[in-house]
């Protein structure tokens, strides 16, 4: 059974950068594909960035904007989010989920939170202004 962990969240203002941790339990972790999602406030859940089991990275272009990278550690079980020059509009809880697309690494996949099986509880990003 894989289960995994968020960490990192935190309170900073405008124009700072937060790091935050997936940590994975179990063995599997090398075969799963990683995204990131995020929910603001009285919004939807939405796709930030992925990174698949042979490390190709997606963004979300227009939330992003190129301020945000996400990285694997196999070894640590970890996929990492390092989020630089974070405005109030990043305000929200940011999930972790996983599963295997078996190799298709296509929007149609990783962009869509129903095709992922397994899921962190989240962590709190806050970004005052």
């Known amino acids: 059974q894989v289960q995994l962990e968020e960490s990192g969240g935190g309170s900073v203002q405008a124009g700072g950068s937060l790091r935050l941790a997936c940590t994975f339990s179990g063995s599997a972790f090398r075969t799963l594909d990683v995204a990131w999602f995020r929910q603001a406030p009285g919004k939807e859940r939405e796709f930030v960035a992925g990174?698949?089991?042979?490390?190709?990275?997606?963004y979300d272009v227009v939330s992003v904007k190129g301020r945000f990278a996400i990285s694997r550690d196999n070894p640590k079980n970890t996929v990492w989010l390092q989020l630089d020059s974070l405005q109030p509009e990043d305000t929200a809880v940011y999930y972790c989920?996983?599963?295997?697309?078996?190799?298709?690494?296509?929007?149609?996949?990783?962009?869509?939170?129903?095709?992922?099986?397994?899921w962190g509880q989240g962590t709190q990003v806050t970004v005052s202004s």
């Open positions: 990174i698949s089991v042979n490390d190709r990275h997606s």
């Open positions: 989920a996983a599963t295997q697309f078996g190799g298709i690494w296509a929007s149609s996949n990783y962009r869509d939170q129903s095709k992922y099986r397994f």
